[in-house]
């Protein structure tokens, strides 16, 4: 059964501290998302990647937040340095977008970070 | 900019009774609309999506939602509750004109009461 695995699944850090989440997409999946689920806020969408290279990080805070693809099976977000009102769930998702892009994204479970 | 509005924050209904979840949208062109539910400390699961053809799309555990252009709606319906699908629900839509991803409503919490 092919799904979106993330580690870890629950992170408490201090303030200051670097935070590195990790996904695996499904292989085969050539885009890869990241959001950011809040209370407030809701579901956003923090950056994605086709292919492995980043086509929108608009929604990151570029101080502190980056996101990288190393290879097809695993894409990194990480927070450095971290801070209280990053306190979220965080969910990578994955799909493969032929062109028209009329495919479902799968999710996976999320990380769920608190920063103290 | 495409966008998703879902103008309940909650719905309550009772075990058996139909259930209607509603969302409307804003984008250009035609849409690619999709709804997910999300039980309590897990992800988003798909149930169903509306690309083209027949308005009426049925999806997963009995759901089924209607596409409206008119209206620019795509309200997520199912015939009779369960205590079962009390969840947290999301419209999602995106705009096939353009490599964008997917623009998630703020999510509905549906309370199914015995």
């Known amino acids: 059964d092919a799904r979106v695995t993330q580690t870890p699944r629950h992170k408490v850090t201090e303030m200051g501290q670097e935070v590195t989440m990790r996904c695996q997409p499904i292989?085969?999946?050539?885009?890869v998302f990241w959001y950011r689920q809040t209370m407030m806020q809701g579901l956003e969408l923090l950056a994605y990647?086709?292919?492995?290279?980043?086509?929108?990080d608009s929604g990151m805070p570029k101080d502190r937040f980056s996101a990288e693809m190393p290879d097809a099976t695993l894409a990194t977000l990480k927070i450095q340095p971290s801070e209280p009102r990053d306190s979220a769930v965080y969910f990578c998702?994955?799909?493969?977008?032929?062109?028209?892009?009329?495919?479902?994204?799968?999710f996976g479970q999320g990380t769920r970070l608190t920063v103290v | 900019a495409q966008s998703v509005a879902q103008p309940e924050d909650q719905v309550n209904v009772a075990e058996g009774n139909p259930l209607t979840v509603k969302c409307t949208y804003s984008v250009s062109g035609n849409p690619y609309l999709f709804w997910y539910v999300q039980y309590p400390n897990r992800g988003l699961q798909f149930l169903l999506k509306y690309i083209t053809g027949d308005n009426l799309v049925k999806g997963s555990y009995g759901f089924e939602a209607e596409f409206n252009k008119s209206q620019t709606s795509f309200h997520l319906k199912k015939p009779s509750a369960l205590v079962s699908d009390s969840a947290l629900y999301f419209c999602?839509?995106?705009?096939?004109?353009?490599?964008?991803?997917?623009?998630f409503g703020k999510g509905t919490r549906l309370s199914v009461i015995a």
């Open positions: 292989l085969g999946h050539n885009t």
């Open positions: 999602a839509v995106r705009d096939p004109a353009g490599n964008t991803p997917l623009v």
């Open positions: 998702a994955s799909g493969f977008y032929p062109g028209t892009g009329n495919t479902e994204a799968f």
């Open positions: 990647f086709r292919n492995r290279a980043p086509l929108d």
